[in-house]
T-cell receptor, first 116, second 111 residues
């Protein structure tokens, strides 16, 4: 079985540009969440989607947005890129976002974004 | 606001030793706690998930405990091997939001 897949694996963008990152969850998983991890820190929660609806949002500016498609894949969009947006962006999938055993999160390999 | 702290930040031990990594969290109203392993520049690999109603979980040489009332979890690694070298992250889930992570413990096992 394929795990969580993210694309692209690496990306270099210029300040002010826009970027779209993609994530495909494990088959059967309906919840996708996004995290930003800067060097030396733990991942920070950005968004959670379940059944194509936003179910949670972390403390990130409105330049960050996301959506989930009918096949449960997801996109993370970042507008007006800043140097500080350089990070590893991680996607995680789970069966549901609710309490219980089905909330175990499985992560992809991430997209390394460098803003120059 | 939930905060997660991991101690120590870094640890270097000889191969074969048993070791304990610590995780503490400020809000005991968690759904579950999950331990992950991260190799340099890579994604996260789930090691163990402990539900809020459980006290411990075991997988091979790994054992994780949870004391929700005191806001603590430990990850015990038995008979450490050089392949165990990685950063270990602890994360808690509160409500339907995402996970809150600690900064991790960077572990080096010396051959």
């Amino acid at each position: 079985d394929a795990g969580v897949t993210q694309s692209p694996t690496h990306l270099i963008k210029t300040r002010g540009q826009h970027v779209t990152l993609r994530c495909s969850p494990i088959s059967g998983h309906k919840s996708v969440s996004w995290y930003q991890q800067v060097l030396g820190q733990g991942p920070q929660f950005i968004f959670q989607y379940y059944e194509k609806e936003e179910r949670g949002r972390g403390n990130f500016p409105d330049r960050f947005s996301a959506r989930q498609f009918p096949n449960y894949s997801s996109e993370l969009n970042v507008n007006a890129l800043l140097l500080g947006d350089s990070a590893l962006y991680l996607c995680a999938s789970s069966l549901t976002p609710m309490a219980g055993v089905n909330t175990e999160a499985f992560f992809g390999q991430g997209t390394r974004l460098t803003v120059v | 606001k939930q905060e997660v702290t991991q101690i120590p930040a870094a640890l270097s031990v000889p191969e074969g030793e048993n070791l304990v990594l610590n995780c503490s969290f400020t809000d005991s109203a968690i759904y579950n706690l999950q331990w992950f392993r991260q190799d340099p520049g890579k994604g996260l690999t789930s090691l163990l998930l402990i539900q809020s109603s459980q006290r411990e979980q075991t997988s091979g040489r790994l054992n994780a405990s949870l004391d929700k009332s005191s806001g603590r979890s430990t990850l015990y690694i038995a008979a450490s091997q050089p392949g165990d070298s990685a950063t270990y992250l602890c994360a808690v889930k509160v409500g339907a939001d995402g996970l809150t992570f600690g900064k991790g413990t960077h572990l080096i096992i010396q051959p």
